[in-house]
Every structure is written in structure tokens, then in C-alpha cells.
């Protein structure tokens, strides 16, 4: 019975969040960010509903940065009802304090594992990128501008992504690195400053898949 009724009280506090989602126009990016959460923090949730999954990350303990990248995906509502709607859900679902998101686009199922510290501000991120805490990503200097971020790069613990560069896609940055200059696709960087190491393979892939680790 008082599981019951704690579901119904999560369900009831879904609702707003539930109906914004369905009102925007295209919501498959959001679908699709919440389908690889899932997938990455715990595939045995991968057959739920997509409602069954966001109730899930919603509530999980630690996944607060989902809560960032999903009002991210909101973007700043123009009419007075998602403006609402958008300042309820994050009353009932705090997004985390110490992380910012903030690009031009970013492409479907970005994932942020233990985001605390992490300032992220690039121009563009692709698809099914990968950062973990203490990151940042942004400004070299006054005059210069944000990196691009290509599909599927790892963004490992502690590295910093600075200035007008472009990270080409599968691209894997080691932890702790520094990288001030353009990555080509496939390629790893490693120090400070970080060197890069070209025709490094997919590993990016498998790091975001789970199968190896940086």
C-alpha cells in the first residue's frame, strides 16, 4: 500500500515535466537522451517505457546531471504555460548546482557521469558524447572563441577543452589533459600540454559503450 501510494506521488509530480515534454515540437532528442542514460547507467531498465525511464533517472540516486542536460533541451520557453511548467519541474527536480551546460546545439544522447565542477560551453557538441566530473570546456583567453565538439568524444576526469579548437569525432581525451588545439577524428590526447596521438582507433565508441576505460 505505501509503495502505492509513493508511486502515485511520483507520478503526480511527473506530470508537469511529462506534459512540457510532450508539448514540444520535436522531442525525439530528449527521448533519445534518456533511452542511452538508461542504457548506460542500468540496461536492465532499457525495456520500461520512455515514461517508466524518465521516472526512473528522475529519482535515481546521483543522476542529477541528467536533470541539467534535460532542461537544457528546453531551452527558454516563450509561452507563459511552458514558462510555468519548465519553473515547477525545476522546483521538484533540482538539477545539480555544480554543473553548467551551455552550447549553441548539442546532438542526442550527451552523458555526464558525476558532473560536480564541470562548466561546459563549447559552440557545438554531436551525438553521444561522454564527460565526466571536473571538466571544462570553453574560453582560451577574452578574444577567443569556444571548441567544437565532434560525435561520440570522451571527455575524460579532470581535462580541460580551451579556445577556437574542433575534437574530431571518436576522439578520447585522458584524464587530467589540457587540449588547446584541434583533434582529427579518431585520435587521443594525452598531458599537459596534451599531446595528440592520431589514427587511435574507435576507442571513444567503446568508452562510451562501457566496454574499456581511459
Not at 519553473?87 to 533540482?94: A, D, W
Request: with cysteine; aromatic share 8%.
Amino acid at each position: 500500500m505505501i509503495r502505492k501510494i509513493r508511486n502515485l506521488i511520483r507520478m503526480i509530480k511527473l506530470y508537469p515535466l511529462k506534459l512540457l515534454i510532450n508539448r514540444l515540437p520535436d522531442k525525439k532528442y530528449i527521448e533519445m537522451d534518456i533511452r542511452r542514460w538508461v542504457r548506460m547507467n542500468d540496461n536492465s531498465r532499457s525495456g520500461g517505457t520512455i515514461w517508466e525511464q524518465l521516472m526512473w533517472l528522475l529519482y535515481a540516486e546521483n543522476m542529477e546531471e541528467f536533470r541539467n542536460l534535460l532542461y537544457f533541451r528546453f531551452d527558454s520557453p516563450s509561452s507563459l504555460l511552458d514558462k510555468f511548467l519548465l519553473s515547477l519541474s525545476k522546483t521538484l527536480f533540482q538539477p545539480l548546482e555544480t554543473l553548467s551546460i551551455s552550447a549553441s546545439t548539442i546532438g542526442p544522447g550527451l552523458v555526464i557521469k558525476h558532473g560536480y565542477g564541470t562548466a561546459i560551453k563549447a559552440q557545438t557538441i554531436g551525438e553521444n558524447c561522454l564527460i565526466f566530473q571536473d571538466v571544462v570546456i570553453g574560453y582560451k583567453n577574452e578574444t577567443d572563441d569556444l571548441p567544437i565538439i565532434g560525435n561520440c568524444v570522451h571527455v575524460s576526469v579532470g581535462s580541460k577543452v580551451l579556445g577556437n579548437i574542433t575534437i574530431g569525432d571518436y576522439s578520447v581525451i585522458a584524464a587530467n589533459s589540457v587540449v588547446t588545439k584541434d583533434m582529427p577524428p579518431n585520435s587521443l590526447a594525452i598531458g599537459i600540454p596534451a599531446r595528440i596521438i592520431r589514427d587511435a582507433g574507435t576507442k571513444a565508441e567503446h568508452v562510451a559503450n562501457g566496454e574499456v576505460s581511459v
